[in-house]
């Protein structure tokens, strides 16, 4: 059975991962014959309060510990993880990815990934195995890829200020509709707009049923 | 289009709602053709960190501040929503809903459900219709249900402790694989036991998919 890692970032879309991408990954996984390996960098980050949208003053929780609830509680320190051990890796989107794998919500195309994040996303490229980067997520994967001057294809769909910011850092940026995937098959990496361009949940699922199917056929 | 309820209760297994099973029934309501209108009680909950399996001692949480989360910030204080602007109702399971939806997890066959749940529970059904529940909410229903007198069928697949539970408190429990659905067409009652049995995602998909279908059915 395939092992995919699935790489979280807290739990809610506007502090963490997305959670409806993050369980229609899972499902589509198990669904598609793999086992998914869940994992989350081990920080604290700022909270928002998803009923008023406004961050709660002072308030931290652990990236770790909140993807738990997505995983449960089945879930691993990103430290620990090591690419050998995985066939693939994904990343659903969120701020979380945005915030707390990277600092691309604040920085933008200045930003820095999380080191161990980093390591992890290298390993499974030099191994020559696939990656997929869902929504948000591929800004996060252009950093990475972008500063070992990897030349690459990925897609957040269509909003020009992220698509130039992941130019700048390296990416070629190929529009794509909701439904759909990009691939580029050179460096086996899969990405969908999701909720970038989602207005309702079927719409981010018919593209990360896609993108996970193409994932797997990759293995 | 019809609108469907679905109750939450905050956000992860162990102190709110199932994530998997609260996002495949709102990826099944919508790939169904109907709207869902989210809830939850505007209460505070004790916290269960997901990581460690423990509840994290003094902390407590809005459930519908956390339920938003699963919703995306689209969601309601269930003291607002009526039955007159629903076509049916669908609770998610999770332990959420045996602590914060009603103390079953607590009390057993003593247990007393959130005055706002009760309510609208009670006009659904007067007004003939369709409810479903999973998981372990079919244990709140038979707590609202049984105290009405009203004769039912519900499942939550086969724990006998449960199931006697839900006998003393007025329910016919019906024994239920996980991917099916026990089906009362007197009450428009549809219950199947997702979490309660299920050992993978696709196993709860398989029974909240078919309770959806057949909820959207008997609208």
Redesign the interface.
């Known amino acids: 059975m395939a092992k995919v890692g699935v790489v979280l970032s807290g739990?809610?879309?506007?502090d963490?991962s997305?959670?409806?991408e993050a369980?229609?990954t899972?499902?589509a996984l198990?669904?598609g014959g793999a086992e998914a390996v869940c994992m989350a960098p081990n920080v604290d980050a700022a909270v928002v309060?998803?009923?008023?949208?406004e961050e709660s003053p002072g308030e931290t929780r652990?990236v770790?510990?909140?993807s738990?609830?997505?995983?449960?509680?089945n879930?691993r320190d990103i430290a620990d993880v090591k690419a050998d051990e995985l066939d693939a890796l994904i990343f659903p989107g969120g701020f979380g990815a945005a915030k707390n794998l990277c600092d691309f919500a604040v920085k933008g195309a200045d930003c820095v990934a999380h080191p161990e994040v980093t390591r992890l996303v290298r390993e499974i490229v030099a191994a020559r195995k696939p990656l997929a980067a869902l929504c948000i997520a591929p800004a996060l994967i252009s950093r990475i890829l972008g500063d070992d001057k990897l030349a690459h294809k990925l897609t957040i769909g269509n909003d020009q200020g992220t698509a130039d910011a992941m130019t700048r850092m390296g990416s070629e940026h190929v529009e794509c509709s909701v439904g759909n995937f990009v691939l580029d098959p050179t460096n086996k990496l899969v990405s969908t707009p999701a909720y970038m361009l989602a207005g309702?949940?079927?719409e981010a699922?018919e593209g990360i049923e896609k993108t996970v199917a193409e994932l797997l056929k990759m293995i």
């Open positions: 739990c809610g879309v506007y963490g997305e959670i409806h369980v229609i899972l499902l198990d669904r309060n998803h009923l008023s949208g652990n770790l510990v909140e738990a609830r997505i995983a449960r509680g879930i309702r949940i079927r699922a």
